[in-house]
């Protein structure tokens, strides 16, 4: 079957521009995660949605950061006025619920410029 | 905050050996432990995982060997092959839910 993917694939945007990144986790996955990855680094986890309830954002860095899954099934991040820190690669993972196994979209690598 | 410690950074291995990643967790607690691979350009991939109650799992070539007093688990590539150069991500979950905390990575390197 499909597996989770993500859009757009790159993404180059001006210090101060807003992005908006999507994800489309599994069919009948419940739990959606977001994480970022720095170059050279693991992924951090960023946020956590169960069905379309946000039940963990304590990784996101700042309020710049919003993330949302209205019904349930996509998922995208926004990050507000883009700074050169937000250059990463942002991944996002869907898993059954009440499963450890999660399973990873592409990313989307985002360069601030 | 659930706190993971990967070695080695960085390791390359003949072709034919056996590769060895090591990882170091914080809290008792977690009944959980995956390792993902990783290529340039992807996103993670579970490879492998095992539950506390079990000392040692193995699929094919990779094995999981955990030892719960010293809170250590590793991965073992059986016959690393060139195919398997990529970045190893050890993993746990975190307090309550199921977000996980990364190690740093390990790049695998095989060669002929």
């Known amino acids: 079957g499909a597996g989770v993917s993500q859009s757009p694939r790159y993404k180059v945007a001006k210090r101060g521009q807003d992005v908006a990144l999507r994800c489309d986790p599994i069919?009948?996955?419940?739990?959606l995660f977001w994480y970022q990855q720095a170059l050279g680094q693991g992924p951090e986890f960023l946020t956590y949605?169960?069905?379309?309830?946000?039940?963990?954002k304590s990784g996101l860095p700042s309020d710049r950061f919003f993330a949302e899954r209205p019904e349930g099934s996509v998922s995208t991040l926004k990050i507000q006025r883009t700074q050169q820190e937000d250059s990463a690669v942002y991944l996002c993972?869907?898993?059954?619920?009440?499963?450890?196994?999660?399973?990873f979209g592409p990313g989307t690598r985002l360069t601030v410029t | 905050q659930q706190q993971v410690k990967q070695s080695p950074q960085s390791l390359i291995v003949q072709k034919g050996g056996i590769s060895i990643i090591n990882c170091a967790y914080e809290?008792?607690?977690?009944?959980?432990f995956p390792w993902y691979q990783q290529f340039p350009g992807k996103g993670p991939a579970l490879l492998i995982a095992?539950?506390?109650?079990?000392s040692e799992k193995k699929e094919g070539r990779f094995t999981i060997s955990f030892n719960k007093s010293a809170k250590q688990f590793s991965l073992h590539i059986m016959d690393s092959q060139p195919g398997d150069s990529a970045t190893y991500f050890c993993?746990?979950?975190?307090?309550?839910?199921?977000?996980?905390?990364f190690g740093t990575g390990t790049r695998l390197t095989i060669i002929p």
């Open positions: 069919s009948g996955h419940v739990s």
């Open positions: 993993a746990a979950p975190g307090f309550g839910n199921e977000k996980l905390t």
């Open positions: 993972a869907s898993s059954l619920a009440r499963s450890y196994e999660q399973y």
């Open positions: 949605f169960q069905n379309e309830a946000q039940l963990d």
């Open positions: 095992i539950r506390p109650d079990v």
């Open positions: 809290n008792t607690a977690f009944d959980y």
